[in-house]
């Protein structure tokens, strides 16, 4: 899905969004990492990147302009500092 929109973003329809959830899921760490760095070079194709994701290499390897980080306790949300 995610070579499929970078492809399109090109040939259909242009779009300034690009939506993640969860892109390294099933990825070893190293492989995440790659991601990370690619989606960095890749982002300035897009005006808005949303990335969600829990894992701590992906999130540590982008560049962000802003974090939310949202804490889940006892089945209830909250919003936890943020850049």
């Known amino acids: 899905g995610i070579i499929a929109a970078l492809a399109f973003r090109d040939v259909l329809v242009p779009h300034n969004i690009l939506v993640l959830d969860e892109p390294t899921e099933g990825l070893d760490p190293a492989n995440a990492e790659a991601f990370a760095r690619g989606m960095n070079e890749v982002a300035g194709r897009f005006r808005h990147v949303l ?33």
């Open 51 to 83: 990335v969600i994701s829990h894992n701590e290499r992906l999130l540590g390897e982008l560049a962000p302009d802003h974090r939310i980080i949202v804490v889940k306790e006892n089945g209830v949300s909250r919003i936890e500092g943020g850049q």
